[in-house]
């Protein structure tokens, strides 16, 4: 199962026609930023035990921008960041190679990752 109908640049909206000619990438000051909020959230809600209210305070985790190569320094994309090719997870097996390298990150948590792997899955041909 390979992906080939890849989604549109997020930063300037046009197709991108292979997976080389795009990257996945995260903004590394976001993360810090998340990181931080977290630190803080953690701290004004202790304990194992967190109402419904608090759990929704949360705060949102940072997406992963999916970009032509060229225009990862756009505005939204940045080059503060993690970034590879999207031939490096156009198939099925590669996405869950990259899941499992990603896994060893501790700032994978503060990244949308499960939403990125949904959105290249679900163009996934075959
Ligand atoms: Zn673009
Ligand atoms: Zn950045």
């Not at 990257?23 to 035990?49: F, M, N, Y």
């Not at 608090?54 to 940045?78: I, L, N």
């Not at 590879?84 to 990244?111: C, I, P, V």
Request: net charge neutral; charged share 25%; proline share 5%.
């Amino acid at each position: 199962m390979k992906v080939t109908n890849w989604p549109d640049c997020d930063v300037c909206h046009k197709p991108v026609s292979r997976g080389k000619a795009g990257a996945l990438s995260v903004c590394a000051t976001q993360v810090k930023r998340h990181e931080a909020e977290v630190r803080q959230w953690k701290d004004a809600h202790p304990g194992p035990i967190v109402s419904g209210s608090a759990a929704q305070s949360y705060p949102r985790a940072v997406p992963w921008v999916w970009a032509h190569r060229t225009c990862q320094d756009g505005e939204t994309g940045c080059d503060c960041g993690y970034w590879f090719s999207g031939d490096r997870f156009d198939t099925t097996a590669k996405a869950l190679g990259w899941t499992l390298h990603l896994m060893e990150k501790e700032w994978l948590a503060s990244t949308e990752w499960e939403d990125a792997v949904r959105r290249f899955h679900s163009v996934t041909n075959g």
